[in-house]
């Protein structure tokens, strides 16, 4: 090891030979600072780390946007853009990569705190896939995202799906034929809002359809050409209950979609957010969002006792974790209903209890 050095500056320097036969200057204000520079240097150069290396993150989110989200379906690249643009950036795009540590990564976090679950999860996510390219491609040691997560909030007490008579009072008050069509296929089918908006008439045969494109609004308001699905597991064929069946019958064909614009055309964001506000939800009395009618699907298929597996596949889950979670809670609930059994049992048992003894004293 070359000899310790020290400057008229007060600091201390050490000359280092890396392996491709450069050398670099180490300082520290102490021996020990110094020592701790000089054993990181080397261990950067050990792991083949491009040392010198002064790459800012935001040059790198560049190149990983273009070289690894390019071929992903636009509203994903969208999300990936959309973190690093608005919560990345401002704290760490004019950093080196090299010098990010888990304290600036939990900076992002933190200034995110409040956000939804969602939001925070899309985030890291966005930062731990950033740079762990970067260290598969030497421009970092480790990876700085490891062991960090997100803030939990309280679970929202409003509940996620439609009850039965909820959805009822919803097949008969939405009448406008395409309005009706798409909580239809929502709500006794399990579609997504893009499926929906999605399915063409020649994707419907006699006793299923087939689900094969998305109808989603990357750039603002018009539609995605490419109409990718969410997911591989996205392409399935569904059966078509009884209920479906007759809205399907009495919806007019006025194009090759079957919840098109009033032309006939594949749908719009402004036209789908007029249809959904007009038709839909300003004639109700209880809230309700798109994916509630989903969410009320994988509910009835809970209820009818169908299994995981199958349900998976007929929700278009790509884990079937995501089914599971849905199933877990649907059981909480039920195993909170069952004190009104317990409570009746008891009582039972007291009044059993008491007449025994009335018996007993006459």
């Keep these: 090891m070359p000899k310790l050095k020290k400057r008229a500056d007060g600091r ?11 050398q670099k200057i180490v ?16 261990a950067e150069d050990d792991a083949c780390l491009q040392v010198g290396d002064h790459t800012l993150v935001g040059e790198w989110a560049k190149i990983w946007l273009n070289s690894y989200k390019t071929s992903l379906r636009a509203a994903t690249v969208r999300m990936y853009r959309g973190s690093y643009n608005k919560h990345i950036m401002p704290v760490l795009g004019c950093m080196e990569l090299r010098d990010v540590r888990p304290v600036h990564v939990r900076k992002v976090m933190s200034s995110i705190s409040d956000k939804s679950e969602s939001t925070q999860s899309k985030v890291l996510l966005t930062m731990r896939q950033l740079f762990e390219t970067a260290r598969q491609n030497a421009l970092l040691l480790r990876n700085p995202c490891d062991g960090i997560k997100i803030t939990k909030h309280a679970k929202s007490t409003t509940k996620k799906y439609l009850s039965p ?4 009072t919803l097949m008969q008050t939405v009448t406008e034929p395409r309005a009706r069509a798409f909580c239809a296929l929502c709500l006794y089918a399990g579609l997504r809002k893009e499926e929906a908006l999605g399915l063409r008439w020649g994707d419907i045969g006699p006793t299923s359809m087939t689900i094969s494109r998305g109808v989603t609004f990357p750039d603002g308001n018009q539609p995605d050409p490419s109409m990718e ?8 064929v569904l059966p ?6 007759e809205v399907l019958l009495s919806t007019p064909h006025i194009g090759e979609y079957v919840v098109p614009t009033s032309t006939g ?10 249809l959904w506000k007009n038709h839909v939800t300003s004639l109700l009395d209880f809230p309700l969002h798109a994916h509630m009618l989903r969410h009320t699907y994988a509910t009835t298929l809970y ?15 790509a884990t079937i974790q995501m089914t599971a979670e849905i199933y877990t809670h649907l059981e909480a609930e039920d195993s909170l209903k069952a004190v009104h059994r317990i409570d009746e049992y008891l009582e039972k048992c007291i009044s059993s209890a008491a007449s025994d003894v009335y018996k007993r004293q006459g």
Excluded: C, F, W
């Excluded at 008579?165 to 009822?168: F, I, L, V, W």
């Excluded at 078509?240 to 069946?245: F, H, N």
């Excluded at 209820?303 to 889950?317: E, I, K, M, N, Y």
């Design 12 to 22: 201390y320097q050490r000359k280092v030979t890396l392996s491709d036969g450069r």
């Design 27 to 42: 300082y520290g204000r102490t021996e020990t600072q110094l020592k701790a520079a000089v054993s990181a240097l080397l």
């Design 165 to 168: 008579d909820q959805a009822d």
């Design 229 to 236: 699905l969410k997911n591989r597991a996205s392409r399935r």
């Design 240 to 245: 078509i209950p009884k209920k479906l069946r």
């Design 265 to 274: 055309d594949v749908m719009t964001s402004t036209v789908y957010q007029r």
């Design 303 to 317: 209820r009818a006792g169908v299994d995981l597996r199958t349900a998976q596949q007929l929700l278009g889950h």
